[in-house]
């Protein structure tokens, strides 16, 4: 990343634009999308921005009627070529309140950076090789209105992603405050159990993903059975097959999470079934 934009601004890599006083720095008082960017086009950007315009409104934001997802996609656009990314880049769009305390915040508007990154050829191929995952207990995810938000606060992730680091895993599994499955750092999870596919239901506290959405729409057109439900570890350790999503990497199957492995015959299908409709 050579350059990157704040409030509509390009500035070189590693300039400072926010001071000791931003409530995003003081408490984590924003959100952040993450999404991939083909030939100078956003990959379900409306998804994105429903996503991002809906945690805003439950963080109450004051709109500004300047700032918009047509802006911000023209400024991604721009920002990519800026960067010179050939095909494929990984962009975030953070955003966070201004200046002030916890009590007597200055400015509620939306103040925003945009980042992009190149990305592999190979980024969305079918992972031949399947991802190795273990359980992360020390730190849960609470259930609550902020739960299903991909907010600025992301301690349970960053812990457990350090965790995962640690143990050599591809990732981490985290739990939510019953002990129950609730997604992975950055990714939303299913499992297959005798030809059903299960995930996490938004009450179990996972991130709203725009790729979960979207497979749990398109398995459903396509005939598979489907479920989102409370989901145990027990349960997760005995399914016949994993699998994970999110918007950079689509749909990439897990081998093994500790000792138990998993098949991957039903994932391979969906993936082939599903991708005509990412691209």
Known sequence: MDHFIFDGKLFNAGDPVIGPANRGLRY????????????GQL??????????????QVLQFKMPKHFS?????????SLCKKNGHGASARVRITVCRGDGGLYDATDHSPHYIIETWEL??????WNSNGLLLGIYDAVRKSRDMLSNLKHNNFLPYV????HAKKQKWNDAVVLNTEGRICDTTIANIFLIK????YTPALSEACVAGVMRKLVLQELKAKGFETA???ITLQELLQADEVFLTNSIYNIRWVQGIGDTIYDNALARKIYAAILPTIS
Do not use: Y
């Not at 592999?120 to 191929?125: D, H, I, K, L, M």
């Not at 812990?159 to 350090?162: D, E, R, S, T, V």
């Open 159 to 162: 812990m457990a992603a350090l």
């Open 228 to 230: 989102e439900k409370e």
């Open 28 to 39: 984590g008082d924003g959100l952040f999308e993450t999404m991939k960017c083909s030939n």
């Open 69 to 77: 997802p047509a802006r911000l996609q023209e400024e991604v656009s």
């Open 43 to 56: 990959i379900l950007a409306d998804e994105h921005f429903a996503r991002l315009w809906k945690g805003m």
């Open 120 to 125: 592999s050829a190979t980024s969305g191929e």
């Open 194 to 197: 005798e030809q059903l596919v």
